[in-house]
């Protein structure tokens, strides 16, 4: 593995580490990266799947806690985890659903650069008129999510398969519509992301395994550990920032890449 091979590879999976859970696309940003660098991972998806798993274990750390009381809640039929366990599951079956009639589509003509910048500016423009739109929130905390407001979580999550959209700017804005406070949002979009990447990845491993090829397995494990250490330190300071500012600057960040990228298109 040659060292430009080596550099590209850890900034994709930081890139990809630090973006899959902001509101600003880590589809949009990969795929605009990978262009930027020219870069030719392993031969099929295999690189990409790896690397958002390496991300999604990231948080599954960080909320081990709150998993283990949750699935012995469960066990224990305390209504609380039973509660938030349904509220997850609920929230996940839309895209469920929609991903498996709809996954070649989206694969074959949705994922291009051009695409992704309209993408990152429309959803820049909808989290400014979200944020100033809505009232006071009713819901404080993940264990108070309902059903109703998971499945309206679940469909707006349909959404990020535009890639550019962003699944996590998708599923907070809808919590935010339904009013759940910014913090209580955020973290149930970290929760419904683990059955989502997990089902997505099983999915696109059993679509591509003709041309999966797993050599390359320095880089597929280097981009791997890469976006689980940089997701890692990323989560808990978004939380932390959201909770006091708010989701502007993220906004005004996917309008100004969503343009320029679109300039560079252009002018090509």
Known sequence: MDLTLIWKTVLIGIVEGVTEFLPVSSTGHIILAEELLHFEGPPGKVFDIVIQLGAILAVVFLYRAKLWTTARGVLQRDRR?????????????????????AYKAIKEHLFNPTVV?????????????????????RIKSVDEVDLKTALWIGICQCLSMI???????????????????RAAAAEFSFFLAMPTMLGAAVYDLYKNQATLDWHGSGVIALGFVTAFFSALVVV???VRFISRHGFAA??????????????????R
């Open 163 to 181: 890639p550019g959209v962003s699944r996590a700017g998708a599923t907070i804005m809808g919590a935010r519509v339904f009013r759940v406070d």
């Open 236 to 238: 808990g300071p978004f």
């Open 117 to 137: 910048s309209v993408s990152l500016i429309a959803g820049g423009v909808a989290i400014l008129v979200i944020e100033r739109v809505v009232r006071r929130p």
């Open 250 to 267: 993220f906004a005004w960040y996917r309008i100004a890449l969503g343009g320029l990228a679109l300039a560079l298109i252009l002018a």
């Open 81 to 101: 985890a039973i509660r938030f366990a349904a509220a997850v599951i609920t929230a996940f079956l839309p895209a469920a659903v929609v991903g498996v009639i």
